[in-house]
């Protein structure tokens, strides 16, 4: 019998008035979210929805690799994951996300090369 386990994330959105919000989960800090520079009336120097997207993407997977390494016993060095999203406006004028791009870099010892390679792509077959 298997058992399925089912997770739940809740945050809240407030919205402050022009291109402002406030996110909100329980017990977190508040992040101001904005409109990104690149659309008409955006702020700049700001976290955007887009980018949180990205982050929460890049971040999903650097925890998952240390996560799959730390369960086949190999010790990671460093891991920088850098992650780029491609949003382009479709044919009916909306714009949508096409592709997040990550770029991974992993240190590690020379006898740990191979396992990590395997750890790698293994942690991309996990990652949601």
């Not at 996110?23 to 800090?29: D, H, L, R, Y």
């Not at 702020?43 to 998952?64: D, I």
């Not at 390494?69 to 010790?75: F, K, L």
């Amino acid at each position: 019998m298997s058992i399925v386990k089912a997770l739940r994330f809740p945050a809240s959105v407030q919205w402050r008035g022009d291109r402002l919000t406030d996110v909100s989960a329980p017990g977190k800090p508040t992040l101001e979210v904005v409109t990104p520079p690149e659309f008409r009336g955006g702020v700049p120097g700001k976290w955007s929805p887009e980018e949180l997207l990205v982050a929460a993407t890049t971040s999903c997977f650097a925890l998952t690799l240390a996560a799959v390494a730390e369960r086949g016993g190999v010790e990671l060095e460093a891991v920088k994951v850098d992650g780029l999203g491609h949003v382009e406006r479709g044919q009916d004028g909306r714009f949508r996300f096409v592709a997040i791009e990550l770029t991974v870099g992993v240190e590690t010892d020379d006898e740990a090369l191979l396992a990590t390679e395997n750890i790698v792509f293994e942690a991309e077959r996990r990652c949601m």
